[in-house]
């Protein structure tokens, strides 16, 4: 990339589509670690969900001022803090429960796991999250992604109500994003 | 609502835009419940993001039957499933167009080598996506945005402003924008315009009689010094022949030697089909743009063909 400003067109303001682009980028392929850091360190496992949630909103928000660097740093540092915050609202966990990143061996400045994956490697962990699926979510999500067939062709196909076939696609497409953003941790361990 | 909730309605949200009729209406309503909250958002973002990896696996599935219809045994892993999604052969275009224009200061110039790709968002929140060996220059004032693509192919997302045009010339063609995203590939004196969302207006210089059109979604505009001819695609399809946007190649029964002069804006190393009858094979499948490797192992592998390594060209031949 070669800029050649007088003035930065940029630096003024993030806008949504740059924040979106390193949420993608930089925060997601860190999920599955912070899951693992989030279920190490908060007891109520059933809250783990929320409390990523809460940390995605976090750190973009934070993002919309200024893009944090390096981000899986900033990630971390945001999940500890908010779980030092609700430890402290609802007595529920001591802080000490809360370990520090360097006890949990999380290194701040390595590169993040999958993004030199090759496609073929890929397509392997594609299918192991499709073979995971509900048969009848895999049924309509392979009839949808690699047949391309619209909602409507895969209802008459199957002999399904459409909006059978509508809450099957969106269960199977909630549950392939958590198994492929979750099971990143070991890919890299295998590569 | 909790996490899971939202992320089950931002899964949901995205299969109706995905495999539903889609109106303005409906745009209208994701975009209210975008806005409701930033969890929603967050989750939209996350989900789509995922989604849209899933769309070039899915389509690395066909090279796989083209395994299994070869001699080699292999384990046939979704049986029958396996048909290529509809994707385009894109037209490769290669080498540079002469800049028309003479530079002037003001303007700021953005380049991309081979292999090379950049996003810019501009002061206004337009997003510029540069594809392989493409160079622009862009000119904001008072009046209006010009953007001049000098070669190459460029994504554009434009925040509208009915104040100050966005324009963008290629060629000599002109682009304006009426509140839209569109991409523009410019190179050997011919210009594709593909507009995916909003309307646009194309003006042409071919052939000395300007002439003009209203690009709405799904209109592909191919102008060259003397004609132009304006076809219209599906948004899938449109959508696929972006792959590049996310590092990507879609082939869809294109031909070798298509594939390779494609392969060859991404890749200094180059590849060379060494004959007509492997020039003449067809190939479906999604690849990385710097994948060469990929690409030539199917060739050897799937169509049995001949791969030699050399300096700086890989040859595939009979």
């Known amino acids: ?191 | 609502m909790s996490a899971t909730e939202t992320d089950l309605a931002a899964a949901d949200w995205l299969q109706r835009k995905t495999f539903w009729a889609w109106s303005e209406g409906d745009q209208a309503e994701l975009d209210a419940w975008l806005n409701a909250a930033d969890e929603n958002r967050v989750a939209y973002w996350r989900q789509s993001a995922i989604w849209a990896r899933t769309e070039r696996l899915a389509a690395l599935a066909p090279a796989q039957r083209e395994m299994r219809a070869a001699p080699i045994p292999q384990k046939p892993r979704w049986p029958g499933i396996l048909r290529a999604a509809a994707a385009l052969g894109v037209i490769a275009v290669l080498g540079g167009v002469t800049a028309h224009y003479v530079t002037q200061p003001r303007y700021l110039s953005y380049s991309t080598t081979i292999g090379g790709g950049e996003t810019i968002t501009l002061a206004d929140g337009t997003l510029i996506q540069l594809n392989t060996d493409t160079a622009l220059r862009t000119r904001f004032d008072e009046k209006r945005r010009e953007v001049i693509l000098d070669k190459g192919e460029a994504f554009f997302q434009v925040t509208h402003d009915a104040k100050r045009p966005f324009v963008v010339m290629a060629a000599g063609h002109r682009i304006t924008d009426l509140g839209t995203k569109f991409s523009v590939k410019s190179g050997n004196s011919r210009v594709e315009v593909s507009l995916l969302e909003g309307r646009a207006e194309f003006e042409s210089a071919s052939g000395g009689k300007p002439q003009s059109a209203v690009l709405k979604p799904g209109d592909v505009v191919v102008a060259t010094a003397d004609s132009m001819k304006l076809t219209h695609k599906p948004e899938d399809v449109l959508s696929r022949q972006l792959g590049w946007r996310r590092g990507v190649l879609i082939f869809d029964n294109t031909t070798l030697a298509n594939a390779a002069k494609e392969f060859n804006r991404y890749n200094r190393r180059k590849l060379v089909v060494g004959d007509s009858t492997a020039a003449n094979l067809t190939i479906v499948g999604t690849f990385q743009a710097n994948d060469v490797e990929a690409f030539a192992d199917v060739a050897q592998f799937v169509l049995h063909l001949k791969v030699q390594k050399r300096d700086q060209e890989t040859v595939i031949s009979r």
């Not at chain 1, 979106?20 to 999920?31: D, G, K, M, Q, S």
């Not at chain 1, 934070?62 to 944090?68: D, G, L, M, Q, T």
Request: glycine share 4%; charged share 30%.
């Open chain 1, 1 to 191: 990339m070669v800029e050649t400003p007088e003035t930065n067109p940029r630096g003024t303001a993030m806008n949504a589509p740059e924040v979106e682009a390193w949420f993608v980028r930089e925060v997601l392929p860190l999920e599955a670690m912070l899951m693992q850091y989030l279920r190490h360190n908060w007891r109520d496992q059933s809250d783990i969900e929320d409390l990523r949630q809460e940390i995605y909103v976090r750190v973009c928000q934070a993002a919309r001022k200024e893009i944090p660097h390096p981000a899986k740093a900033f990630v971390f540092t945001t999940a500890r803090n908010l779980l030092i915050d609700r430890a402290r609202k609802s007595n529920v966990v001591p802080i000490e429960a809360v370990s520090d990143l360097d006890t949990l061996g999380i290194a701040v400045d390595t590169p993040s796991p999958d993004r030199s994956l090759i496609a073929r490697d890929e397509l392997r962990k594609l299918q192991g999250a499709l073979d995971q699926l509900p048969p009848r979510c895999r049924e309509v999500l392979i009839l949808g992604r690699i047949e391309g067939l619209t909602g409507r062709e895969i209802a008459q196909r199957l002999g399904l109500a459409e909006t059978t076939v509508s809450e099957h696609l969106a269960k199977g497409m909630h549950a392939l994003t958590d198994i492929l953003l979750r099971e990143s941790i070991d890919l890299k361990r295998r590569t």
